[in-house]
Every structure is written in C-alpha cells, then in structure tokens.
C-alpha cells in the first residue's frame, strides 16, 4: 500500500495520503490502497480515532488528470462509482475520523476532506470543485456532500463557478471548523482526536452514526435513531460506572469502553 500509510499513535489512527510527487492525486490504486487501509482501522479495537492527512504540500489535489483524459464514459462510470464506495466506507467507518488539511483540496481532495467528520485546516489550505472548468461534474460525492455541509447557494456557487477559496474562507462557510498554522495542524488534530478518544467510545460510535443517520433523513426518522442509540448505552458498563461516578463525587480513571 505504497500510496496510503498508517501510522497508530496509541488510540489514534494517522493515515497519510502518500503520493507527493503527483500532490497525492487519486487514481484507481491510490483508491484500493485507501479502501485497505479503512478496513484495517475498523477491524483493529486498539483504534479509537483517525486523523487522514496528505504527506507533503498538498492534502489530495484531486483526482488523476493524466488518468482521467482518457476515459470512456463506461470507463469513467466505474471510477465514479470506486471513489464513491471507498469514500462512503470512510464517512461511515464506526470510528470518528479528523482531516488534516494541510494544502490543496481540489475536487476528489475537497470530497475526500468532506467524508471525514471534522475538518481542520491549515493557513495554507485551498479548497475548491474546479471539475466544470475541465468539463465535467464532481464525481466523488461533491454534489452531494458541499450543500449538506455548507448550503445549497454556496455550494452551487463553488461548485457552478469551479473557483477556489482560501482556509479562512472554508472557515467562514463552515467547510472547516479551524483554521491553524501549519506547523501547529497535526498537533492540533491528535489533541482532538485523543480528546474524543477519551471518552465512552460506544457512546461516540453511537452518537457519530445518528447524527450521520439524521442527515440523510427527516426529524422524526432521526429522533427515532437518537432513541435507540441513547437507549443502547443504558446496557453499557461506561453509563453505569460514570454516572455512579458524578453522583459520588468521583474522578472516573478512565472508560471500560463497554
């Protein structure tokens, strides 16, 4: 898995996008090492977080020109149809996930930051969806995820004009939640990640999949899933021993995460 690194720092996950020389464009094998990587993070219980990041200057660039030009329509379907499928397994792989973005996000790299849950940035970040000024549509789930993250009129507008915006711009819209220097972007999002990984990891994994559940479907729908996943952890051994804990006065030493 040349192309996709991971790294376990204790309970945090850092998977690099490693192509440099290409600003980490995506292919079809940059694509499949992704998809194995993911399925190590789910099945390894010692991860609780992951934190994707591009080595080098760019976060993922977007997707292969050089590969892209040549297509066949029924070509380019199947591709579509690969970065979709590893890009839903990452937004809902059971274990919340960070982007670190640390230079260009451009079209596949924009979409690929948009299936993590949260979105860090550095001062250097770029951020756009240029694919109508090469003639054709997003094709990784930006048509999709933009308007759900930040509005129908900004996203038609970034989309529509195929312009970039700046990290502080990403911020204003809500693309990005912060905005750090780039030699304090990594440090900043393992603090997050262990700052999540710290606490009741069922309660987590259950919050993250209702609010993912609730964004694909109405109020009472999702109300309904919040149920269920609130009921579920009145079971857990965490609820039981951290309430005892703040009835009592305690200091909780640390999660059974179970």
Known sequence: MAFVTLEQ???VAVVTMNRPEALNALNDQVLRDLDA???QVEENEEILTVVLTGAGRSFVAGADIGQMSQLTAA???AFGVLGNRVFLKLENLSKPTIAAVNGFALGGGC???MACDIRLASEKAKFGQP???LGITPGFGGTQRLPRIVG????MELILTARNINAARAKEIGLVSEVYAPEALMEEALKLANAIAANAQVAVRQSKAAIRKGLQTDMNTGVA???EAFALCFATEDQKDAMAAFLNKEKLPGFKNR
């Open 37 to 39: 990587v993911l399925d």
């Open 152 to 155: 129908a009129s900004r996203a």
């Open 9 to 11: 720092n204790g309970p």
């Open 75 to 77: 070509q380019a379907k």
């Open 111 to 113: 979409e690929l930051a």
């Open 225 to 227: 899933y919040e149920s």
């Open 131 to 133: 694919e109508v000024g």
